[in-house]
């Protein structure tokens, strides 16, 4: 662990010293922001502000090679020129953040006070952190394929194919829409049972997914795989992801080739990435197999995954009605899962993924599936959480859900607490249910 | 029709006279072409030549307006700008071009002879028309449905969602390629019936798939439905895709949530988009369902596209083994087929697709799914040609195929072709495996 994740490490912006933030010094996350309708430019979130890259380099404040890069962000309105360069540059710059908001370092007494670097959050406007080519979804929870499986193929939950592959699916870039975006109810096919024909009407079954979101650095070229070895070297960071679901909809279309149109009307991210770099102090080891099961072949497989291939982050989900809001209510916790209990790690993913020669390309996205724990309360939609409706929630104004309601709204958040760490988190990703178009 | 479809219309490029070619003046499909390792621009095929539209626009040939999207092209190194502008610049591009290549016309006797707008074709390298956001991949064809189906689920080969649904799913973008890239044979894991576990090797059951390609113009709104009397607009043109597919990974991976590795190292595009104004003469009624077939839903259902919906064209399937290029002979005919054959439009694809409030993007790739008739001799890929590998194709040098082999080359060609109007084609689709990397 390097100087950036010291305990006693602190900023000169005050905001970054409140223990409830999810932005202290030692996370220093890389979003996209902008402010009265200037172009995106890219910042790291300190604090209850931003330091603005842009203004930091315009001051000279950044070396050359990293300032190039943040104008190229600008240019691009995103962060993918940052995320081509790949790791080293990722780490550079963290380097170069944590000593310039240092309160102690002489590059932090320099920049100390200069409020032209730093944006306040509730004044910015937070987009997309990267334009996302390819969007892929996993499936790395065994809970969550275990239980969605029960639902669907009560003799034969579990595929055989799982302890053996890491299943994802391709999923929809163009829908992919940064925290905030109202969620517009989608219309679809649906097929009641027993009925002899479908139906076309707004779904009835409005899910949400609680995924953490991988995204890609550097890349690979088309025909190369990538080693378990280096996959790390791919991953930039993580951000939170709902991958927003019709149910009712999957259900009828998703055989033979899987979702399509269940999913690709919104999936919502959050605005920060946190580096893997960020992460560092919060590694574990992958998931403890059973000794019935298999281990991962010898493509997916490092004694270092092994160790340290998981990442101890717990999620949470919250919900909030539209009367819960007018009453002015709390938002309920729905549930709180921890993403250690993932079959499959980030770098397994990785490695699967590019396993066939796929490229992967800087802004790239990987979902990593619902992350569901064992217990009922760790679980990552509703369909399970209500186990398919039949157990809806107890909402605190007395109204139930067994999905979800016009007018709802689903938060996403994420963080990391060890001893002798500053907790550090992702923020948030919210979005309401609006009503069906006509 | 109007005048551009003429059979009598001829171009001053005189090899745009020859019966064969695919590109007389009636057709006038688009592509990003490249000289000497220049970036690349937009072209339109002419015979044997590219007529280079930057040429046209710098010479003072193309009316402003287009001009300044050519060169918006020229600058993306793809055509997206002019899909973006949508059908309306396209018909006047179409327009131009038309008269600017006519023997006849006044633009045409000025434009005559002119040789610096022309690049040969042998003399040009040809790249993808356009940068591929989203690529969704369809199963349109109801033969190949019930033939695939009948293999891996005997009792239940065509899904009772089939005939209300144009089933689809999302593809992987990054790795589309154009005609004449290699193809390198995956690695991925596959499982023979009856073994404990699955193995890491090289595709041992490689396969293509015949298919048409659907390059969206236009767009809309994330939100926003697309009626099926407008789902044209949103259509540029066609190209032909080859899906690439790995059987063995796929039938191992592919529960619960459809292909993914074994599709996603590599699909192959035609060069030239040929418009859905060069194809209007071809148009011709929607699939004849069967009387106890349920007819389309509402959403999908109009008179025009009932009437006019389906499109003629004739596609081949050509291969080319190693030893048959070693020793002269000619590319072996596997199979012909009809785009008639498809169970939905493609009206009805972009429909569907936008029917949750998916956000189509202009350059955005719809691939038809592979297109099978009913005869063995029109089926759209090995999988089906040879039965699953039993039975295999005899080729001339007395090689058998039951699926591809390294160094075959497989190219896909198409046309359409009808009494008083001139045969337009599509050029083709080339790819050669070679080994998988060590």
Redesign the interface.
Known sequence: MDSTHALDLRSWVESSDDPQTDFPIQNLPLGMFSRDGVRPRAGIAIGDAILDLTAAASANLLSNELADVVGDCTRAGALNPLLAAGRGPLRALRAEASALLSADSPAGRRASGRVDLLVPQRDARLHLPAHV??YTDF?ASINHATNV?SM??PDNAL?P?YK??P?????????I?PSGTPI?R????S?EEGAD??V?RPSRRMDYELEMGVWIAGGNQ????VRITEADELIGGLSLVNDWS?RD?QA???????????K???TSVSPWIVTLDALEPFRTNAFRREVSD?QP???LSSTDDAERGGFAITLEVLLTSQTMREQGVDPMLVSRGSFTEMYWTIAQLVT??A???????AG?LLGSGTVSGPAPDSRGCLLERTWKGTEPLALPTGETRAFLADGDTVTLRGSCARDGYRRIGFGEVSGTITPA?A
Do not use: M, T
């Open positions: 080519g390819d499936y499986g669907f193929r595929l194919n053996w592959v299943i994802g699916y391709h999923g929809r870039a163009s829908s829409v517009i989608p219309v679809g096919q097929k024909a479908p076309v088309l025909g190369e795989r019709a909809v009828w279309e998703y055989q033979p080739l899987g979702p399509f149109l269940a690709s009307f919104a298999p072949l010898e493509y699967h993924h396993s066939n020669g796929c490229n992967l390309r790239d178009r």
